[in-house]
């Protein structure tokens, strides 16, 4: 079957699949305690999507042309057995790359248990080395050298290049840019630099906290020899750099300043199942009710046609005052 594309002729490659909705952290840029406390109601398990059904319509997905499925939350560590899921989708023929988003608290115990159901890559979100700092961003006192096991743990079980997100904001962590460079200098990781973004409606974003990825180049550049490193394909959002003489990848995400909507080839499945089409979308489209009402995979794949062709989200080529006050699905709900 030829691939997909929607209005303006991109084509459907990746499928993003958030499992859970709930976090063990409560990072100020994605789910502030002042909105997600303790009294915050999570989806009930009886409504999250079942590895059966996720199963069906990554099959259906990858028809019509996704090679990449990326697992993320919420927390995607906290859904049980979740090697399950990574061991099935490795079974379905034509997908290319399983990678997995966490936040690394539970990679020590899950690591080697993810590589050998047959994951390929993980992402782990690292926004500081500074202690302070990185416990005042989770804002649950979770510490710092914690999450650097679990990276190591990513990095003994075979699951390299690991990549490392650091969500940077004006006058919180910004300063510890170039250490955290440093510190992974003899290691073989890739560490992206990504712009604080106005992802839903309660982390209360502000164009003035954004620090753009050029500034943050220049920063690096002016204290380590940098070289630019090819594309690994069509669409890779990040825009990559070595370090010269040492194994570090450097990559910067500018969604904010150098908006990357032409090439967005990327759907977003959320942990009820409902598909976006765009991380800044306001509503979704139900496949959960599609598939618990009989529909089989030909009915999810004629559906996602369906929607695909009609998408032409570029919400970060058009964002604005009046965009922004557009009711937005929250990142914890559908993943980044």
């Known amino acids: 079957m030829p691939a ?53 319509i990554v099959r259906a997905a990858v028809s019509l042309g996704v090679k990449k499925v990326r697992i993320t939350g919420g927390e995607p560590l906290l859904r049980k057995e979740i090697e399950w899921l990574v061991r099935g989708l490795r079974k379905i023929d034509g997908l290319e790359d399983i990678a997995m988003t966490t936040n690394g608290s539970a990679l020590p115990l899950k690591a080697e248990l993810l590589a050998e159901a047959g994951l390929d890559r993980i992402t782990v979100s690292l926004d500081s080395l500074d202690d302070d700092t990185f416990r005042a961003m989770n804002d ?89 490193a090819d594309p690994n394909y069509v669409g890779e959002v990040a825009r990559r750099f070595r370090v010269k003489g040492h194994p570090l990848e450097l990559g910067f995400i500018s969604s904010v300043t150098q908006p990357f909507c ?24 139900d496949f959960k009710a599609l598939i618990r009402a009989g529909a089989d995979e030909d009915a999810v794949r004629e559906r996602l046609i369906e929607i695909w062709q009609a998408r032409g989200d570029r919400y970060s080529e058009i964002r604005s005052d009046d965009t922004q006050d557009l009711p937005k699905v929250e990142m914890s709900y559908i993943g980044g």
């Open 140 to 228: 649950v006192e979770f510490p710092v050298a914690r999450v650097l096991d679990g990276i190591d743990a990513a990095l003994e079980a075979g699951l390299s290049p690991v990549k490392i997100n650091m969500v940077v904001k004006r006058g919180v962590n910004d300063a510890d840019v170039l250490p955290m460079v440093e510190h992974f200098l003899g290691k073989p990781v890739v560490l992206r630099f990504i712009e604080f973004m106005d992802v839903g409606t309660t982390n209360g974003w502000r164009l003035e906290d954004v620090v753009p990825a050029g500034e943050l180049f220049q920063t690096i550049a002016a204290a380590l020899p940098l070289e630019p």
């Open 4 to 56: 997909v594309t929607d209005t303006l002729g991109r084509p459907l490659r990746d499928l993003r699949i958030s499992v859970t909705d709930r976090c063990n952290f409560r990072c100020t840029y994605c789910m502030p305690k002042e909105v997600f406390g303790n009294d915050f109601v999570f989806m009930p398990r009886e409504e999250l999507l079942h590895y059966g059904e996720i199963g069906v």
């Open 262 to 285: 032409s090439d967005c080839h990327r759907a977003r499945l959320s942990a009820d199942g409902k598909l976006y089409t765009c991380l800044f979308a306001s509503e979704g489209h």
